[in-house]
Structures are given as C-alpha cells and as structure tokens.
C-alpha cells in the first residue's frame, strides 16, 4: 500500500501499472477502500485489485524501504495464499535502465542491499516469490553496480546486461556466475513486466542470496586493493631528493 497522499511520481507508477493491466482485459480497482475488498483483505488496502475471468490479482508496488513492511507483506501473502483463486503480485518501481535520461540515481547503501536481502528471505519463506526475487535482484544488483564503481569500471549505458558482460568480461565474475545471474535477471524481468517467468523463482532467488555473498567478497577485496594503492600513492607524494656526488 503506497502513503495515503503518495507523490505524484508514485501516483503515475499505480496509474500506470493500472492502465497496462486494463489493456490486458483486466478489470482494475485502484487503492480499493473496504466495500469493494474481499472479506479476507477487510482492513488491509492493497495498491490494486485486478480481475480476468476466474482470475484474481491482489498487487503491491514496492516504493520505498520501511521497517514494518516486510512484516505487512508476509502477513498479506500469508492471507492471499489461504484463499482459493487469488494471487500476490508484488511488483518493485522501474529499474533503472528505464528511468528517464538526466535523472539523478543514488546506489543502494550497504545496510539497504542487506535489509533487502533479509526481506527477500522473509518473503521467499513465506511462499511469495515473485516478490523475493524482485527484492533479491534489486539487492544484488546493487553490489554489482558497487563494485563495478569501486573498479571504475565504464559503462556506456547503464542497462543491466552490459553491466554483466562488462563485470565478466574483466574477470569479475566467472562464467557460471555470469550465467546464473542472466538466468535470474530473465526470471526477474519476466516477474517484473507481467509474465510468467520461465523456470521456478525459488532456486533462481537461493542463487541470488548466495551470489550475493560472492559479490559482498570482491567488492571488500576491491576496497582492499583500493586502498592499498591510494597508500602506495601517499607514500611517493612529495619531493624527490636525489644525492649530490
């Protein structure tokens, strides 16, 4: 559930996640209030309730990190799970390489990539993994984008898949990481547009947290290697005295 008076940049994601289930033949209430909601979703307003036929959505748009919110969701998925025909989509806000040119982007601090890594956890334990593998992904590629800034690595672009090839290709990664990772980018990309993701998430999300622990390694060591360079520097800064003979 977005704040009750969301901004307008969130507002237009609801609006616009709306409109693209409409043009699927889905039938869409936005922010539902109590009369119009399920006996089982009373007090617990979800972002969207999208109906097709016999199916039944319930979707959630991740916007912003709260302590209580991985709390909320399980308890939501916990709900959504026990009645017959419905489902949680949990969808996270538009990755970065869709967001417009010129916007400015912070990279996920270190205790945000674990928090979400811990919610992914939370939210795969609780059945609901499409939303953990969006969490996990985020989380993930957020290291991957890290350590890429730590081996001032460029980036012409700032798509995800050039990040891979680029982390890859300089011996960052090694080939089966490169290959788990666009396996569960795919499944991802596929959670995240609205399609059915090609294979099971819940092993594409326990290659993610472990991945991610491998990628915590070498960013720690790139920091290592960084530092110990910045000293070596230090140590030749100043004026050379050469011996007079």
Request: zero cysteines; hydrophobic letters at 35%.
């Amino acid at each position: 559930m977005i704040s009750p008076n969301p901004p307008a940049s969130e507002r237009q994601q609801i609006e616009r996640i709306a409109e693209e289930y409409r043009s699927k033949g889905y039938e869409v209430l936005v922010e539902p209030s109590d009369p119009d909601l399920p006996p089982f979703l009373q007090g617990r307003q979800p972002d969207l309730i999208a109906r097709r036929g016999d199916e039944q959505l319930v979707i959630e748009l991740r916007t912003s990190l709260s302590k209580s919110e991985p709390d909320r969701l399980t308890e939501l998925a916990e709900r959504v799970q026990r009645e017959p025909g419905w489902k949680l989509v949990f969808i996270a806000p538009r990755p970065a390489e869709e967001l417009l040119p010129g916007e400015q982007l912070q990279l996920l601090s270190l205790p945000e990539v674990e928090e979400q890594l811990g919610d992914a956890r939370q939210l795969l334990g609780a059945g609901n993994q499409e939303a953990a593998i969006l969490l996990a992904w985020a989380a993930v590629e957020g290291q991957l984008r890290e350590l890429a800034r730590q081996e001032e690595i460029p980036l012409p672009r700032p798509g995800t898949l050039t990040l891979l090839r680029q982390l890859v290709s300089l011996g960052l990664i090694d080939r089966e990481q490169y290959r788990a990772l666009s396996d569960a980018y795919k499944a991802r990309s596929a959670v995240a547009h609205g399609f059915r993701p090609p294979s099971e998430l819940g092993p594409a999300v326990q290659a993610l947290l472990g991945l991610s622990e491998a990628i915590a390694r070498e960013s720690r060591k790139a920091q290592i290697r960084k530092e110990e360079m910045d000293g070596s520097e230090e140590f030749f800064q100043g004026e050379a005295e050469w011996p007079e003979y």
